[in-house]
């Protein structure tokens, strides 16, 4: 566990200005738990919104096409994010990778537009279940950091990692512990073969069916820096709760 754990709330597409009184709650409860670091990223049609009346989290978004602008209906820049009062956008979501067809290549060129246009990313990564049942887990985590990290001056400063398992978004399964031990010491190795040093720095989250009751042990494992949280970061209650178990960690 890193000094100051992370803690990201991945709304996807859910969310409409109702979901203003959510938002609120979980920035008063930054206010009081001021150990941990957090952060929503909403729908892009909350951005703004969210800036306004949460100012105490970080806002990013899901997605940013790789492009500075032009003809890409329907697409956002990373600037346009950025203008929007975004300070982070995630890319490679494995939601993305599979409804969107991205690839490792695909998901480096939409980091390094994040990056060029001064935000902040997270890169997800997370293999499927026929993947790890094939023993192949820590060698298709290992392809895509090395394809989807982004390049370029200062890139390690503004990358966080996220290691989503696809089996365990969204189904209340989760690895144990001692696996998500074994993959984040593996990211981290990885990190320090395309950063050099400076990927020891690099936080590492675990995304997948975290929720209050087993963020504490999640956030335990080694070269665990943080979380990605989906369906339990969409009421403030339950994405309180994991930062309440985030802070006990960072206390002790
Ligand atoms: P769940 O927490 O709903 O499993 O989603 C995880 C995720 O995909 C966050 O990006």
Not at 118 to 132: A, K, Y
Request: proline share 4%.
């Amino acid at each position: 566990m890193v000094k100051r754990p992370y803690i990201v709330g991945n709304w996807k597409m859910n969310g409409t200005r109702a979901m203003l009184t959510e938002a609120r709650a979980i920035n008063r409860a930054a206010e009081r738990l001021v150990k941990v670091e957090v952060a929503l990223a909403p729908p892009f049609t909350l951005i703004q919104p969210i800036c306004k009346e949460a100012g105490l989290i970080g806002v990013g978004a899901q997605d940013c096409h790789a492009a500075e602008g032009g003809a890409h209906t329907g697409d956002v820049s990373a600037s346009m994010l950025k203008d929007a009062g975004a300070g982070f956008v995630i890319v490679g979501h494995s939601e993305r990778r599979a409804d969107h067809n991205e690839s490792d290549a695909d998901v480096k060129a939409k980091a390094e537009a994040a990056l060029a246009a001064g935000l902040f990313t997270i890169v997800c990564v997370g293999e499927t279940e026929t993947e790890r049942d094939a023993g192949q887990a820590e060698a298709v985590v290992a392809r895509q950091l090395e394809g989807s990290l982004p390049h370029g001056a200062n890139a390690p400063e503004k990358v966080t990692v996220a290691y989503e398992p696809v089996w365990a978004i969204g189904t209340g399964r989760t690895p144990t512990v001692d696996d998500v031990s074994a993959m984040h010491n593996a990211i981290r190795a990885k990190l320090g073969e395309v950063y050099g040093e400076d990927g020891a720095e690099i936080r590492i989250l675990y995304g997948g069916s975290v929720k209050p009751d087993n963020a504490a042990e999640l956030l335990r494992a080694d070269n665990v820096g943080g979380a990605l949280v989906g369906g339990a970061s969409l009421s403030a209650e339950s994405f309180v709760g994991i930062i309440v178990a985030a802070a006990e960690i960072a206390e002790s």
